[in-house]
């Protein structure tokens, strides 16, 4: 089933922050779905294809990372803009995220507008790629 164009997930296994980020893209007009687990993360991403993912990197399960691996390597997902937030803020863990395909790469905590501003410009910039092609 497809939602509108405008579906994001949230990949996020503490619930007050998922719910921080959902209020924060809701206002902005966007659909929200929540996981709370890679696992159950890639299967949503497969089946909604959403505009864009916001994933955190250390998960219960298997990583952010392996699940930014799984968007990067499904052709129907691989041009999906994946937003990574996450508390691990050392350089070579936000290399990692890039090397791994992240779109950009959030440190914890987050700023409103920062969020709301970098989501707008990842999306943006998919549309306007997905156009030209």
């Given at each position: 089933?497809?939602?509108?164009?405008?579906?994001?997930i949230i990949v996020e296994d503490e619930?007050?922050?998922a719910?921080?980020?959902a209020q924060m893209m809701r206002m902005?007009?966007?659909?929200?779905?929540?996981?709370?687990?890679?696992?159950?993360?890639?299967?949503?991403?497969?089946?909604?294809?959403?505009?864009?993912?916001?994933?955190?990197v250390m998960m219960p399960d298997i990583s952010?990372?392996?699940?930014?691996?799984?968007?990067r390597n499904y052709p129907e997902l691989a041009h999906t803009p994946v937003v990574v937030v996450s508390a691990k803020a050392l350089p070579s863990d936000i290399q990692k995220g890039f090397e791994a395909g992240a779109s950009l790469y959030l440190t914890?905590?987050?700023?409103?507008?920062?969020?709301?501003q970098a989501m707008e410009n990842v999306i943006q910039t998919d549309y306007q790629n997905w156009v030209k092609e």
């Open positions: 089933m497809n939602h509108s164009p405008k579906t994001i619930p007050d922050t719910e921080m980020l902005n007009g966007y659909e929200i779905i929540k996981a709370y687990s890679g696992d159950s993360a890639i299967s949503l991403i497969a089946k909604e294809k959403p505009t864009a993912v916001v994933l955190d952010g990372i392996e699940v930014l691996n799984f968007v914890k905590p987050v700023a409103y507008l920062e969020f709301c």
